[in-house]
C-alpha cells in the first residue's frame, strides 16, 4: 500500500514536469521605433507662371476717322505728357476750321451793320423823324446779329478742336509696349494706336485655377522670381483677382503687385510665383508608419506606461512618397510606430530602439 501511493505520487510529478517542458512561452518583447505626432504639418506649396506688366496702362486712340500721316513712337520709346505720338491727316479739319473762320466773320459784319442801324433809328426816333415800327425791326436785326455771331465762334470752337483731334498726345509718362497702327492706314474713331505702360507699379500677372482660387490663404506673401535667372527676386501682394473666369481657359486672372521690383523684372519679363497653401488640419506622420486593419488605414499606436501597441484606424486627408497626414483618428502627443510594425499584434511589448524620438 505504502509503496503504491509512492508510485501515484511519482506517476503525477512526471506529468507536471511534462507539462512544464510543452508550456508555450511569453511572448518576445519586439524593437520598434516610434516618433511622437506633432501638428506641424506645412501648406503645399504651389508655382505658378506669369508675366510682369504695368499697374496701369492706356491705350491712345485718335477721337476721329482718318488716314493715320505719321506715328512718331516704336515700341519701347518713353514718351513724356503732352508729347504728340501720332498724326492724321487734317484737310477735312483744316477746310472746316476756314469755313467757321469765314463765318463768323460775315457774322461779325452783320451784327456791325446791324447795330449801326440801330444807332440811327435810336437817334431818329428821339426826334420823332422815324417810327417805332422801324426801330422795333432795327432792334430785332441787332438781336438777330449777336446771336448768329454767337454761334459762329461756337462753331469756330468746334472746328479748332476738332483740328487739335488729329494729333495724338501722350496723356502722362510712360513706355511704349504696343502699336495697333502704321503710317497711311486709315484708323478709326477709338482704334488703338499705341499702348503705353504709364510709370509706376508694375504686378505680375498669373492665370490662376479655381481650386487654388477657394483654397489659397486670405492675402498671402506672394515670392516673385525670373523664370531664367532665380536669383531676381521680389515680394509681391495680391491686388486684384478677376471676378470672371476666362472663357476659354476657365482659370482666373490674378493680379499680384510687386513690392520693390529690380530693375532687371522689366514689362513682359516672364516670373514664376511662389504661395504655400493652408495647413490641413491633420498630423503628419512617416509613410512607413501606415498599415491596414480591416482594408482600411491605420497605425500602431504605443502607450509608454503599458509598453505595449495597439491598432487604431485613421483618415488620410494627404498622400506623399515619404508622408502621410492624418486628419482623424490620432492626437498630437501620441506615439506611433514607425519601424518594426510588420510584426506586431495588438497588446504586444514593445522596446524602443534608440529611445522615442
Not at 317 to 333: C, N, R, T, Y
Request: with cysteine; net charge neutral.
Amino acid at each position: 500500500m505504502h509503496i503504491s501511493r509512492i508510485a501515484a505520487v511519482s506517476v503525477i510529478a512526471a506529468a507536471l514536469a511534462g507539462c512544464q517542458e510543452h508550456a508555450p512561452p511569453e511572448p518576445a518583447v519586439r524593437p520598434v521605433r516610434a516618433i511622437t505626432v506633432e501638428r506641424n504639418v506645412q501648406g503645399a506649396p504651389v508655382t505658378l507662371t506669369g508675366q510682369v506688366r504695368a499697374q496701369d496702362q492706356a491705350n491712345l486712340s485718335f477721337r476721329l476717322d482718318g488716314r493715320l500721316l505719321e506715328r512718331r513712337v516704336n515700341v519701347g520709346d518713353l514718351v513724356q505728357p503732352g508729347q504728340v505720338v501720332g498724326k492724321l491727316d487734317p484737310q477735312i479739319q483744316q477746310n472746316s476750321l476756314r469755313q467757321a473762320q469765314a463765318g463768323l466773320s460775315a457774322a461779325q459784319a452783320q451784327l456791325t451793320q446791324a447795330r449801326n442801324a440801330f444807332r440811327r433809328q435810336q437817334e431818329l426816333l428821339k426826334n420823332g423823324w422815324t417810327t417805332n415800327a422801324s426801330f422795333d425791326q432795327a432792334q430785332q436785326a441787332l438781336d438777330s446779329a449777336e446771336a448768329q455771331v454767337t454761334s459762329s465762334r461756337a462753331q469756330l470752337r468746334n472746328a479748332e478742336e476738332m483740328l487739335s483731334y488729329t494729333d495724338l498726345l501722350a496723356d502722362t509718362a510712360g513706355t511704349v509696349t504696343a502699336t495697333g497702327a502704321e503710317p497711311g492706314e486709315v484708323v478709326r474713331a477709338g482704334q488703338m494706336v499705341v499702348q503705353v505702360a504709364r510709370q509706376g507699379g508694375r504686378d505680375a500677372v498669373f492665370d490662376v485655377p479655381s481650386q487654388l482660387i477657394r483654397t489659397a490663404p486670405r492675402d498671402p506673401v506672394v515670392a516673385v522670381s525670373l523664370a531664367d535667372d532665380p536669383s531676381v527676386m521680389a515680394a509681391g501682394r495680391v491686388r486684384e483677382v478677376a471676378p470672371q473666369a476666362d472663357p476659354t481657359t476657365r482659370t482666373f486672372q490674378v493680379k499680384v503687385s510687386l513690392i520693390d521690383p529690380p530693375d532687371a523684372m522689366r514689362l513682359g519679363a516672364t516670373v514664376a510665383g511662389r504661395i504655400r497653401l493652408s495647413p490641413p488640419e491633420g498630423v503628419e506622420v512617416p509613410a512607413s508608419a501606415l498599415t491596414q486593419s480591416n482594408g482600411q488605414p491605420a497605425v500602431w499606436v504605443f502607450d509608454p506606461r503599458s509598453q505595449t501597441v495597439s491598432l487604431r484606424s485613421v483618415e488620410i486627408f494627404q498622400h506623399e512618397p515619404s508622408s502621410v497626414v492624418i486628419s482623424q483618428g490620432l492626437a498630437a502627443g501620441e506615439a506611433v510606430v514607425t519601424a518594426g510594425a510588420q510584426v506586431l499584434r495588438p497588446g504586444q511589448k514593445v522596446r524602443l530602439l534608440g529611445g522615442q524620438s
